[in-house]
């Protein structure tokens, strides 16, 4: 049975996403919707001496349409920003006990040259993947044919992988305009990820969570992840029928 989750590439993502892709089969990065400067699409939190701060990858935005979708983002090379990220995480890591693997799984993908901030954030993901052992596959949505509402195009996206069941963070989420009840129709099981953020030593208190996983990394090293690929913490929620989706059974979008 294939275990699917959708989720936007982010840059340098946290820990809770990185337990996601870790509990599934296939990973399909959600490429193809809206970039947002608002999201974690180009920044995330990293922990310094003084607290949180965000950590912000530049984009071309000056003569870009409003709206882009995230494959079409940009990379801005008008200063270095690379070496900058590189000397901030290291001020603020050099004295963790796995700084030394994590500089050198990151070094490599910031001086790769990548254009487009997808490529340099999923190369990131990738390693960090590499690093504690998750296999998880990787396929991009805008490789995948996939249109309609929210809930058409998770549907066309985890039938496109062979996904029987989709795991997701935000079931129950009135936030999220997903129909589950569409999705179980279309003969996929739903499966909500349950997350417990790992409490770890951290070279200052109290305990700072929902960084970028290079924090948890550079802390506790590979071994320390183990628990985050449990599957047996995601509960099928919703149990989809044996048939094949059905458009005309909609619910109108």
């Not at 089969?25 to 310094?48: A, C, G, P």
């Not at 058409?152 to 989420?173: C, K, P």
């Not at 990820?193 to 290079?214: G, K, M």
């Not at 449990?230 to 979008?253: E, K």
Request: glycine share 4%.
């Amino acid at each position: 049975m294939t275990i699917a989750c959708l989720h936007q590439p982010n840059f340098l993502p946290w820990t809770k996403l990185i337990s996601k892709i870790a509990a599934s089969d296939v990973w399909i990065v959600y490429d193809s919707v809206q970039y947002t400067k608002t999201e974690f699409h180009s920044r995330q939190l990293i922990n310094t001496r003084q607290g949180p701060m965000l950590l912000s990858v530049p984009v071309l935005r000056a003569g870009k349409p409003r709206f882009q979708t995230l494959a079409d983002v940009e990379l801005c090379d008008d200063h270095n920003w690379r070496a900058a990220h590189l000397r901030q995480l290291t001020e603020h890591y050099r004295r963790t006990p796995y700084w030394s693997e994590v500089y050198a799984l990151l070094e490599p993908v910031y001086y790769a040259g990548h254009r487009h901030l997808v490529d340099f954030n999923l190369d990131l993901a990738q390693a960090i993947m590499r690093y504690v052992g998750v296999r998880t596959t990787v396929v991009r949505a805008s490789s995948l044919p996939h249109h309609g509402d929210r809930t058409d195009r998770l549907i066309q996206l985890n039938q496109a992988v062979g996904a029987e069941v989709h795991l997701t963070g935000t079931y129950n989420n009135d936030r999220v305009d997903i129909d589950w009840d569409r999705v179980a129709q279309a003969g996929i099981s739903v499966c909500a990820h349950q997350f417990t953020h790992p409490v770890y030593p951290q070279p200052s208190e109290p305990f700072v969570a929902n960084l970028s996983i290079v924090d948890m990394l550079s802390n506790c090293g590979p071994d320390a992840f183990d628990q985050l690929a449990q599957r047996r913490r995601n509960p099928v929620v919703l149990t989809g029928a044996p048939r094949r989706y059905d458009r005309s059974a909609q619910s109108p979008a």
